[in-house]
């Protein structure tokens, strides 16, 4: 099982960055994913997650109506486009499948909200 972050960087307050998931090594249209966070000195945060088919989807609170997870089993991807950034926004965002009762997690990408 291999997860592959990419799409983070550097963005002002209020703008936008899509965050990519590019998964192999298994069945992907069979399992939820998800994306979860580690701010600078502070604990792994559960962010969203997806249905297999994409027809349920979870948001924290801090997230909620500002993020939006989705998928393609076709290109064994997943996404999250992140709109109305805030600082504290900014974090090692990282993408999370558990496989027959493996939690595995890709090795993250970095999101920097400052103006």
Known sequence: ???????GGLAQPGGSLRLSCAASGFTFSWYDMSWARQAPG????????VASDGS????????KGRFTISRDNAKNTAYLQMNSLKPEDTAVYYCNAVVLGVDYWGKGTLVTVSS
């Open 56 to 63: 349920i989807t979870y948001y924290a609170d801090s997230v």
């Open 1 to 7: 099982v291999q997860l592959v972050e990419s799409g």
């Open 42 to 49: 502070k604990g792994l945060e559960s962010v969203s997650a």
